[in-house]
């Protein structure tokens, strides 16, 4: 084979390795949004039996956590049995 020739396969491999790649990474990217959708949805503060109240109004609600889908400035609070 001549070295032209040579060229042009490494050519085509190249462009094979990165359509592989390009597919590869959509499957991935596609399946980690479902998957962040689904913790999304377990760290939703209304799913784990909570409410969200201000700062001001959380004292007495029970155990208390920033964020977990309330609004920015909220807590996240979850009445303790007791």
């Known amino acids: 084979m001549s070295k032209k020739a040579d060229v042009n396969w490494i050519i085509v491999g190249f462009v094979l390795a990165l359509i592989v790649l390009a597919i ?7 399946k980690s949004k479902s ?4 913790a999304t949805g377990i ?5 784990r039996g909570g409410n969200c109240y ?3 109004a959380k004292t007495g609600q029970g155990v208390c956590f920033k964020g977990m ?8 609070c979850i009445a303790s049995e007791g």
Not at 35 to 38: F, K
């Open 43 to 47: 760290l939703d503060c209304k799913a």
């Open 24 to 30: 590869t990474a959509y499957i991935f990217w596609s």
């Open 54 to 56: 201000s700062e001001s």
């Open 69 to 76: 889908g309330c609004k920015e400035g909220e807590y996240c």
């Open 35 to 38: 998957s962040e959708q689904a």
